[in-house]
C-alpha cells in the first residue's frame, strides 16, 4: 500500500517594527486548515518596538503543536529581500510563499493551494486573487483589485511583461521552482516579487486560482503607500532585464506612468 506524504507549506514573514500588525499576520498563517503541515518562519529585522514579545508569545503557544513548525529570528538584515532569501534557505517545505509582517491570508488559502498543485503537477507555481485592505482591515481600492483581477483571469506572459497583476501575497511556489531559479534578487528592495515571477513565468505556467488567498494592507508607513514611484520605476528595469521585445517594455512604459500619474491625482 502506497501512503500519501503530508505536504509542508513553508511560510516566511519578513518584519521590522511591525508589532500592530504582526499578530493579525500570525494567526492568518497558523489557523489554516486541511490536510497539511505548516512552517512558520519569522525572520524580524531586529524590531525596536514590541515584535520579540509577539514572537516569543506565539513559540510558547505553538512549542507543543504538531501541525505548525514556528521558527523565528530576529537581527540586523540587509532589507526585505535579504531576510526573505534567509527565511527560504531555512524553509523545508515542498511549497513556499512569504507574506508580509502587515498583510493577511484569507482562510482556506492552503487548502486552495495544495489542491491547484495537486491538480497541476507540472505547474512550478500557483497565485490567486487578493483584497486590498486599509490598517483597519477595510476593504479598499476596489476597482484597482478588480483590474487585477481582469488580467489575472487572462493570464499571459505576454501581458505579466506589460503590468504586474500578480498578487505577492497570494502567490506559492514549489521548491523545485526554489531549485531551478534560486533565490531573490537582493539588490532589488521594491520589486523582487515581480522580479521573480518574470523569471519563472518565462518558463513555467502558473495555476491561476481564481479565489481570493489573501489581503494586502496599505497603510502610511507601508511601501505602496511611501514609494511607489520607486516601485514602479524598479519594475520597468526587471522587465528590460527578461524582455527582448521593445514594444512590450514600452507599454510597460507606458502603463507605468498612467499608473503613477493616477497614483498622483488620488494621493
Same mark, same amino acid.
Given at each position: 500500500? &502506497?501512503?500519501?506524504?503530508?505536504? #509542508?507549506?513553508?511560510?516566511?514573514?519578513?518584519?521590522?517594527?511591525?508589532?500592530?500588525?504582526?499578530?493579525?499576520?500570525?494567526?492568518?498563517?497558523?489557523?489554516?486548515?486541511?490536510?497539511?503541515?505548516?512552517?512558520?518562519?519569522?525572520?524580524?529585522?531586529?524590531?525596536?518596538?514590541?515584535?520579540?514579545?509577539?514572537?516569543?508569545?506565539?513559540?510558547?503557544?505553538?512549542?507543543?503543536?504538531?501541525?505548525?513548525?514556528?521558527?523565528?529570528?530576529?537581527?540586523?538584515?540587509?532589507?526585505?529581500?535579504?531576510?526573505?532569501?534567509?527565511?527560504?534557505?531555512?524553509?523545508?517545505?515542498?511549497?513556499?510563499?512569504?507574506?508580509?509582517?502587515?498583510?493577511?491570508?484569507?482562510?482556506?488559502?492552503?487548502?486552495?493551494?495544495?489542491?491547484?498543485?495537486?491538480?497541476?503537477?507540472?505547474?512550478?507555481?500557483? &497565485?490567486?486573487?487578493?483584497?486590498?485592505?486599509?490598517?483597519?482591515?477595510?476593504?479598499?481600492?476596489?476597482?484597482?483589485?478588480?483590474?487585477?483581477?481582469?488580467?489575472?483571469?487572462?493570464?499571459?506572459?505576454?501581458?505579466?511583461?506589460?503590468?504586474?497583476?500578480?498578487?505577492?501575497?497570494?502567490?506559492?511556489?514549489?521548491?523545485?521552482?526554489?531549485?531551478?531559479?534560486?533565490?531573490?534578487?537582493?539588490?532589488?528592495?521594491? &520589486?523582487?516579487?515581480?522580479?521573480?515571477?518574470?523569471?519563472?513565468?518565462?518558463?513555467?505556467?502558473?495555476?491561476?486560482?481564481?479565489?481570493?488567498?489573501?489581503?494586502?494592507?496599505?497603510?502610511?508607513?507601508?511601501?505602496?503607500?511611501?514609494?511607489?514611484? #520607486?516601485?514602479?520605476?524598479?519594475?520597468?528595469?526587471?522587465?528590460?532585464?527578461?524582455?527582448?521585445?521593445?514594444?512590450?517594455?514600452?507599454?510597460?512604459?507606458?502603463?507605468?506612468?498612467?499608473?503613477?500619474?493616477?497614483?498622483?491625482?488620488?494621493?
Amino acid at each position: 500500500m &502506497t501512503i500519501k506524504k503530508q505536504r #509542508k507549506i513553508s511560510v516566511i514573514t519578513p518584519s521590522f517594527n511591525q508589532a500592530d500588525f504582526l499578530r493579525q499576520t500570525i494567526e492568518s498563517v497558523i489557523n489554516q486548515e486541511g490536510d497539511f503541515k505548516i512552517e512558520y518562519i519569522v525572520m524580524d529585522g531586529g524590531s525596536t518596538d514590541h515584535s520579540v514579545k509577539v514572537l516569543q508569545e506565539y513559540e510558547t503557544k505553538l512549542k507543543q503543536s504538531n501541525l505548525v513548525d514556528f521558527i523565528w529570528h530576529s537581527e540586523k538584515d540587509h532589507g526585505q529581500s535579504d531576510a526573505i532569501n534567509k527565511g527560504m534557505r531555512i524553509a523545508s517545505g515542498d511549497i513556499i510563499a512569504y507574506i508580509n509582517s502587515d498583510d493577511t491570508y484569507c482562510a482556506g488559502a492552503f487548502d486552495q493551494v495544495v489542491k491547484a498543485f495537486s491538480d497541476h503537477p507540472k505547474s512550478l507555481w500557483a &497565485t490567486g486573487y487578493c483584497h486590498i485592505i486599509d490598517e483597519n482591515g477595510r476593504l479598499i481600492s476596489n476597482l484597482v483589485t478588480r483590474y487585477k483581477n481582469f488580467w489575472l483571469k487572462r493570464y499571459s506572459y505576454v501581458t505579466l511583461q506589460v503590468l504586474n497583476y500578480v498578487c505577492q501575497p497570494a502567490t506559492f511556489w514549489r521548491r523545485e521552482a526554489l531549485d531551478q531559479f534560486g533565490f531573490f534578487d537582493e539588490s532589488l528592495h521594491y &520589486t523582487m516579487d515581480y522580479d521573480y515571477w518574470l523569471k519563472i513565468g518565462k518558463v513555467n505556467r502558473p495555476v491561476i486560482i481564481k479565489q481570493f488567498l489573501a489581503n494586502f494592507r496599505i497603510h502610511s508607513a507601508s511601501k505602496g503607500k511611501t514609494a511607489y514611484i #520607486k516601485q514602479f520605476d524598479q519594475d520597468y528595469l526587471s522587465v528590460k532585464k527578461y524582455s527582448s521585445n521593445s514594444f512590450l517594455i514600452f507599454l510597460h512604459f507606458v502603463h507605468n506612468g498612467l499608473i503613477k500619474l493616477a497614483y498622483r491625482m488620488t494621493k
